[in-house]
């Protein structure tokens, strides 16, 4: 049975367990739920807090896991991120009150609040910076007013906390994050379960971020309207009843498929239809 590690908390744990929803999983009907076990798909799923989910994949206990890209840098586990899934996206930055902090460079001799402790000292380490750093657990921006710290180091998202608490970016973000599918590092990548689980979750990303469009062309417009939707491999051409006509069929990006209509419907196409897709497996 695959053991699968999935966040019970915070901003990971809802997109989480609704991807696996979409992917065919069985899921936990209530939060104080620990482990599930999915006897259809023979995966056990561990509710575990995001920061630790690293850890215990590096251990070898569990098979795999889905956390933040940061959280798995930050843990410092011998696990690495094999697939990453385009949910809870952030930056992390330095930020500060503005005018006291212009660069990282500035950073030498100041104090750092941050709940990720490992990236940040490693950034230091890295550029050569010689400054404190203090852990909290939370509500990092607050370490300034209350002079804790001179710096904090955190997630941004939207920038509302930071801009709330009065503080500004300093320089570029140290990192940028997403949910990712993580392994104990050097895994051998054959294992069966592990690959069928990475395919369920790849058409649900696919699913999420293409739609099916089909439409009727001339002939004489046909190379032009390919090269407008060209689909994954090669789009799908079926001749019509009346003749110098064809139906195509192609997935095109989501985000791009009210341009591609207008450029089709400029060329000539016309019947030209949208449906999303639910599932599929490339
Ligand atoms: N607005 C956000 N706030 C916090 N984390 C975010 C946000 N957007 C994305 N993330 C990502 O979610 C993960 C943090 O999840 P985690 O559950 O540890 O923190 P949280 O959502 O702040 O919950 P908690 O209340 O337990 O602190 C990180 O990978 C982080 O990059
Ligand atoms: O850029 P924003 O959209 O404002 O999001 C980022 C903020 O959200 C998180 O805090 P959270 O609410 O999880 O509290 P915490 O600091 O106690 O974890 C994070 O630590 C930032 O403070
Ligand atoms: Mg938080």
Known sequence: MLRIAVPNKGSLSGPAAEMLHEAGYQQRRESKELRIVDPVNEVEFFYLRPRDIAIYVASGRLDIGITGRDLLIDSGADAEEILPLGFARSTFRFAAKPGTVTSPADLAGKTVATSYEGIVAAYLAEHGIDASVVHLDGAVETAIQLGVAQVIADVVETGTSLRNAGL???????????????????????????????????????????VMMDYDCRVEQLEKAVALTPGLESPTVSPLHN???????????????????????????????????????L
């Open 168 to 210: 500004e970016v300093v320089g570029d973000p140290i990192m940028t994050s997403e949910a990712v599918v993580v392994r104990r590092t050097g895994t051998d990548g054959e294992d069966p379960k592990v690959r069928q689980f990475l395919r369920r979750l790849q058409g649900v990303l696919v699913a999420r971020t293409y």
């Open 243 to 281: 003749e110098g006509w064809v139906a195509v069929r192609a997935m095109v990006p989501s985000k791009e498929a009210q341009r591609i209509m207008d450029d089709l419907y400029d060329i000539g196409a016309r019947a030209i239809l949208t449906t999303a897709i639910h599932a599929c497996r």
